[in-house]
């Protein structure tokens, strides 16, 4: 069988089992406290903050309410990942949300999760950012005109091949380009801050004049500014998308949250003051890049530092969501719901090479079929759906499943309310302003009970698909894994 014969519809909370078989490689386990702070920071600050703030000012209509949305949505991502630290304490496997919906709730949601996550979410998400990069890296050699489309998917295609390499060679490879390029975006949002600051005490603080003046209280329009607020935040859960590979998940995934979440909220909200000083909300919202119009006004002739900043961020970035995300393929391989290859890692590499070259191809494939003018409010309409779930089975654990160990546990309070706001955020846009984008999305969502039944549920596998399996094993070097529970 090419889908490994496990049982996927394993009771809640079966975590702890071993898998199946004498399996001899695993994952290593080299992902430290300082590679996890910029494992999280540094897939969160992407384009997202040197993109965004012009939405959300625009769906909120004055800076005072602009800032509490950002607030907010950093309040928001700290409440999401001390919730997700738990069950990270709890269920001590790879794969964030969708090996806790496999473990809580079964078989069959699971899959729809690593379906739509696989197929559409990550490689959108990371064609996104990616197309981001190459816009800002080609730029400087297109002065006074737009650059030309071919040039800028060439580049975004180029720059997912080499992430590819990079993660397939070595996990200490990819965690160290995380490091370096996470202290680089960190030094550039400092420039900015400090510029604002410079600004600040020289008395331009027009923008910050009857701040709330001509506040929006659409319900919509505040939804839409969260899908935007947040946009920039996505990456706050990347951590317990590598449980496995952490060194003491129990103290370093909660540590890690603490540390990096806090850090990020405070530099996006200085940030923002930052572009506030330097602009009229007006020419703010004017602005096609945020921060490129921040570095003329302010750096002068230096204002290039900003550009190649951004296109710093954007593959820093790039190749954190990259690397989480072959981690969902590759796990959901692994308990029978991808195709085996999907689960094997590199013999002598013991990185998860197939997931992460599929992930790769589907990603290119994005990239060559399209642009991304809504990707942010639609990624962030599944996003929220699946994190609603998620937390629902975290609340499903701490009143029915007390009992549990987990060396680290957070008030009932807080999953509660980061429940409410995801099912504010699904269904506020719904409501509000109905698109039929979403209506496309849910019709995908459950397309993928046509594969379930047939290829997982009943086991329905062609037999050509076993030697195809046999062959890229022997091609690829790659063989069956065991999970590290910890």
């Not at 002065?143 to 800028?152: A, F």
């Not at 003491?248 to 996006?268: F, G, N, S, W």
């Not at 995908?444 to 009943?458: A, E, K, N, T």
């Amino acid at each position: 069988s090419t889908m490994r014969e496990r049982k996927t519809t394993d009771p809640p909370h079966s975590s702890t089992d071993l898998s199946e078989g004498k399996e001899k490689l695993r994952l290593k386990q080299e992902v430290g406290l300082i590679s996890g702070v910029s494992l999280i920071a540094g897939t969160m600050i992407g384009s997202g903050i040197f993109m965004s703030p012009e939405w959300v000012l625009h769906h909120m209509g004055n800076p005072a309410s602009s800032l509490l949305i950002w607030a907010a949505c950093g309040l928001l991502a700290m409440f999401g990942a001390l919730s997700y630290a738990e069950l990270g304490t709890i269920i001590k496997e790879s794969g964030g949300e969708y090996i806790y919906i496999l473990r809580i709730f079964g078989s069959f949601p699971a899959f729809l999760f690593a379906y739509t996550s696989v197929i559409l979410v990550r490689p959108a998400g990371l064609a996104a950012v990616c197309l981001s990069f190459a816009e800002y890296a080609v730029a400087p050699f297109y002065p006074g005109c737009s650059s030309p489309q071919v040039v800028v998917k060439c580049t975004a295609a180029a720059c997912i091949l080499l992430l590819t390499i990079i993660n397939c060679l070595n996990v200490r490879l990819a965690t160290s380009v995380m490091n370096i390029f996470t202290a680089a975006k960190l030094l550039a949002l400092l420039v900015i801050v400090v510029g604002g600051l410079v600004l600040l005490a020289k008395g331009q603080t027009e923008s910050f004049q009857n701040g709330f003046q001509g506040t929006s209280v659409s319900i919509g329009a505040v939804g839409v500014a969260f899908y935007q607020g947040l946009w920039s935040y996505d990456g706050w859960n990347n951590l317990n998308y590598v449980t496995e590979e952490l060194k003491k998940p129990e103290v370093t995934l909660p540590r890690a949250v603490m540390i990096a979440i806090p850090l990020v909220t405070c530099l996006y909200l200085l940030v923002n003051v930052s572009y506030l000083a330097a602009m009229t909300p007006s020419e703010l919202l004017s602005s096609g890049a945020v921060a490129v119009t921040w570095g003329d006004k302010v750096l002068g002739s230096w204002a290039w530092l900003i550009s190649l900043s951004v296109a710093l961020s954007t593959f820093g970035s790039s190749n954190g969501t990259f690397f989480s995300g072959g981690r969902v393929c590759y796990i959901a391989a692994r308990e029978g719901h991808m195709p085996d290859i999907l689960s094997m890692a590199h013999v002598r590499r013991l990185t998860p090479s197939p997931a992460l070259m599929f992930t790769s191809v589907m990603s290119l494939i994005m990239i060559i079929s399209g642009n991304f003018t809504n990707i942010v409010n639609l990624f962030s309409f599944i996003a929220w759906l699946f994190y609603g779930m998620t937390i629902s089975g975290l609340l499903y654990l701490k009143i029915k499943k007390p009992e549990l160990p987990r060396s680290y546990k957070v008030p009932i309070i807080i999953p509660i309310i980061v429940l409410m706001a995801a099912v504010y955020l699904v269904l506020a846009p719904i409501i509000d302003q109905p698109q039929m984008e979403i209506l496309y999305i849910i019709a995908f969502i459950f397309s993928g009970i046509i594969l379930y039944f047939p290829l997982v549920r009943f086991k329905c596998h062609p037999r050509f698909l076993q030697t195809v399996t046999l062959h890229l094993q022997l091609f690829l070097e790659v063989a069956p894994t065991t999970k590290d529970t910890n």
